[in-house]
């Protein structure tokens, strides 16, 4: 398997874990209860009352038109001034309820008392009930239309339907507005109308005012419920921008820190290097006894650690500051045009004595007449260097190392370096290419090395453009992919005609796309 530039996906749901997935629920569930427990404070009823006040400057067109219907149709059977009071009555006690409810959204949130202002509007609602109360009243003995206290239980239900929806927010507030006009109705109507059909219609009346007042108080409790998770949706967006902006400001002082700290050991490389190379140069005179005997093997044994010792420090600073230099911007690429093949040839054999040492066959395996790569190349001989050495490291005595130069399949060129070392486990490649990760079987097996090795190559191709791949399975081997762009493959292009007086060239550089 392949693994490069891995990131781990966090959910905040894991569907994996029924468990867990349960405890969100209940946190949940206690949040919005605790939401809904809070609904009796000043600032949540006042969102209650506000949608009650908006809801009826909404509906004054629509309960205007009802009235007007009601009023033409009792003109047209001849009830010309019980319909007009009974308009003006409607239009005084609706008049008064738009009125308060004008007040009370020109009133600042801060200045209103909550309870005053639900009693205001309750007493409106009952207030209109006595428009209401009034049309029940009214009789058609001389009219000649025999159904008509059937069209007054019909107006009624629609007004208690429409108040049901419209006042849904001020709860009883059905109730209030049409409770005098039943019974009125059932005592004014029964002397028109046959007792069975009268109680028909004065039941059916009194459910359809439990019912409304029912559907009335559903829709008040899901408003509640919609407020609760508003609410609750304002809290979490609200959490969520400030995590944000504290994951942002750590962001950026953790970048300025990294900054910070590159920058520093990239100015350190001279005072680093200084002292080192006068302890590798003085402890390899001592141990070689150029100046002279030490009259003592202890001694010259002291020296040559202490030479080994300084070399391995100073690698170690190299790669840290090559690293370091990267990540602070200032490595410099002195591109130019580059035979891959050649360059991985010089650098190969500046590790013949270590593959010698623990006698390794090397296996070549190079595509013949590649074109011009345009790369650094000394930062190509370090990416072969560093992924020949870590092949070397693990390989076991006697065994194989391959090493492949050749095309890609969207028209690049790669180095591939294959070992038949131990491998390392697929749990931890991501370890392996980051800086100072090493595996278990490093730690425990192979050589003493910084960890940085990987994570050099990997910077080096990204500066390039290109990609590092590392494949890898245990008791199989590990291979590195070193992949280059096509953009910096250069071509041929053909020559120029003989008619322009110029002279023909063999081969003339492409530009790089990615100049």
């Not at 593959?355 to 590649?370: A, G, P, S």
């Not at 080096?460 to 791949?469: C, I, K, V």
């Amino acid at each position: 398997m392949a693994s490069w530039s891995t990131t781990l996906d966090k959910n905040i749901v894991d569907r994996r874990r029924v468990s867990r997935n349960a405890e969100l629920a209940q946190t949940v569930r206690k949040t919005r209860d605790r939401l809904l427990e809070t609904a009796g404070q000043a600032n949540y009823e006042y969102e209650i009352l506000l949608i009650y006040a908006r809801a009826m400057a909404a509906s004054a067109a629509s309960v205007g038109i009802l009235v007007l219907i009601v009023a033409f149709s009792g003109f047209l059977i001849g009830l010309e001034r019980q319909m007009t009071i009974w308009v003006l009555l409607t239009i005084g006690c609706y008049g008064f309820l738009a009125l308060a409810t004008r007040k009370f959204n020109q009133t600042p949130a801060d200045q209103l008392n909550i309870e005053h202002w639900k009693n205001v509007f309750f007493a409106g609602q009952a207030i209109t009930g006595l428009s209401w109360a009034y049309f029940a009243m009214v009789r058609c003995g001389a009219c000649g239309v025999d159904f008509f206290p059937f069209v007054q239980a019909l107006v009624l239900l629609v007004a208690m339907a429409a108040t049901a929806i419209i006042c849904s927010a001020l709860r009883g507030a059905t109730f209030a507005a049409f409770a005098l006009p039943i019974i009125v109705y059932s005592l004014t109507s029964r002397t028109e109308l046959p007792p069975i059909f009268h109680g028909t219609l004065v039941v059916m009346l009194v459910l359809a005012l439990i019912f409304f007042t029912y559907v009335a108080n559903h829709f008040n409790q899901s408003a509640r419920l919609t407020l609760a998770f508003q609410s609750e949706k304002d809290a979490l967006i609200g959490e969520l921008e400030t995590a944000n902006a504290m994951s942002d400001e750590a962001r950026r002082r953790a970048e300025e820190a990294n900054l910070a700290k590159s920058r520093f050991l990239a100015s350190m490389s001279h005072e680093l290097r200084t002292p080192l190379n006068a302890i590798l140069g003085f402890s390899e005179v001592m141990s070689k006894e150029i100046l002279g005997g030490m009259g003592n093997e202890t001694y010259k044994d002291y020296a040559r650690d202490i030479h080994t010792s300084g070399q391995h420090l100073l690698n170690l600073i190299n790669e840290i500051l090559d690293l370091s230099r990267v990540e602070a911007g200032r490595y410099a690429l002195n591109e130019e045009a580059t035979r891959l093949v050649d360059a991985v040839s010089e650098t190969i054999h500046l590790m013949q004595i270590k593959l010698q040492k623990k006698n390794i066959r090397l296996v070549e395996h190079f595509e013949q007449d590649l074109p011009l790569l345009w790369v650094d190349i000394r930062s190509v001989r370090q990416i072969v260097l560093n992924l020949l050495s870590n092949a070397v490291k693990f390989t076991p005595a006697n065994g194989e190392i391959q090493v492949k130069v050749g095309w890609t399949a969207g028209g690049g060129q790669y180095i591939s370096i294959r070992d038949n070392g131990p491998g390392i486990p697929q749990e931890e490649i991501p370890v392996v290419l980051s800086a100072f990760g090493q595996g278990s079987i490093a730690i425990k097996s192979a050589e003493q090395g910084t960890g940085l090795g990987l994570p050099i190559v990997q910077a080096l191709m990204a500066m390039h453009g290109g990609e590092f791949r590392l494949y890898s399975k245990l008791r199989e081997g590990t291979e590195g992919f070193a992949i280059f762009p096509a953009s910096r493959v250069t071509e041929a292009m053909p020559a120029i005609g003989a008619k322009s007086g110029e002279p023909k060239s063999r081969t003339a550089k492409r530009s790089r796309a990615a100049a």
